[in-house]
Each structure stands twice: as structure tokens, then as C-alpha cells.
């Protein structure tokens, strides 16, 4: 964390939308720390990459096998060349078909203690 930290903060890398993705990864990949997964999704996330497929991410892999997809890598790698150029998009609706709590935003909990003082019924 520090390297990647220190590397924005020097400006050897930039995360925006518009940086140059080639070597805003090439930067990444010197960094220690920083592998495969964290590439991916910085790629994905942070500079809009529309093709990336992080086959090793578990919500990857858990996603494809509840859509009955191949969840191994090789074969789900193969299966996301169809999904080409766009295979970051196929991987919002992977980690989505899942039951993970990330999908149920916001938590149940804090969705129904707002409605509480917002003075709405809440059923049990």
C-alpha cells in the first residue's frame, strides 16, 4: 500500500480515467504487492478499462458457476472470449449473480433502521 501510495503521490502514477493505461499498468506491475487481481481491478475500476476479465477472482468464479458457466480458469477464460471487448461488464454481472452481502446494498440493517427514523413502518 505504501509503494502505490507513494507512486501517486510522486506522480509516476496516475489512476484517472484519462491516464495513459498502458503505462499506468506498467507502473503497477513494478510496484510490490501489487499482482494480477489488484491490476485488474484498478484497471477496471479506476481507468475505465471495459475488457478486463479477472478469471482468479473467487465472485468471478462463484458468479459463473451459479449461471451454470465453466468456473475454472482456463475454461472460463475461454468462454469470456465471447464477451470481448466488453468483458469488465460481464464481470459486474458474474460477481452480481451471486448471495454475497456486497449485492444487498445498502444492508438490511441500516435500510431499516432509516426507514425507522424516518418514521415508516418497518416490517419484522
Same mark, same amino acid.
Given at each position: 500500500m505504501r509503494a502505490l501510495l507513494? =507512486? %501517486?503521490v510522486d506522480g509516476r502514477l496516475s489512476v484517472e480515467p484519462a491516464a495513459d493505461r498502458e503505462a499506468t499498468l506498467a507502473v503497477l506491475d513494478e510496484l510490490p504487492g501489487i499482482g494480477p487481481w489488484t491490476r485488474d481491478v484498478i484497471s477496471m @475500476? =479506476? %481507468?475505465g478499462d471495459p475488457d478486463v476479465f479477472?478469471? &482468479?477472482?473467487? &465472485?468471478v468464479r @462463484? &458468479? =459463473? /458457476? /451459479?449461471l451454470g458457466l465453466p468456473d475454472g480458469g482456463a475454461a472460463l477464460s475461454a468462454r469470456a472470449e465471447r464477451w470481448r471487448p466488453w468483458r469488465a461488464y460481464a464481470v459486474q454481472y458474474l460477481w452480481a449473480a451471486t448471495t454475497h452481502p456486497i449485492n444487498d446494498w445498502p444492508p438490511r440493517t441500516v435500510a431499516r433502521l432509516s426507514a425507522q427514523r424516518r418514521g415508516e413502518r418497518v416490517a419484522a
Open positions: 507513494e =507512486a %501517486l @475500476r =479506476a %481507468l479477472p478469471v &482468479g477472482d473467487l &465472485g @462463484r &458468479g =459463473a /458457476a /451459479a
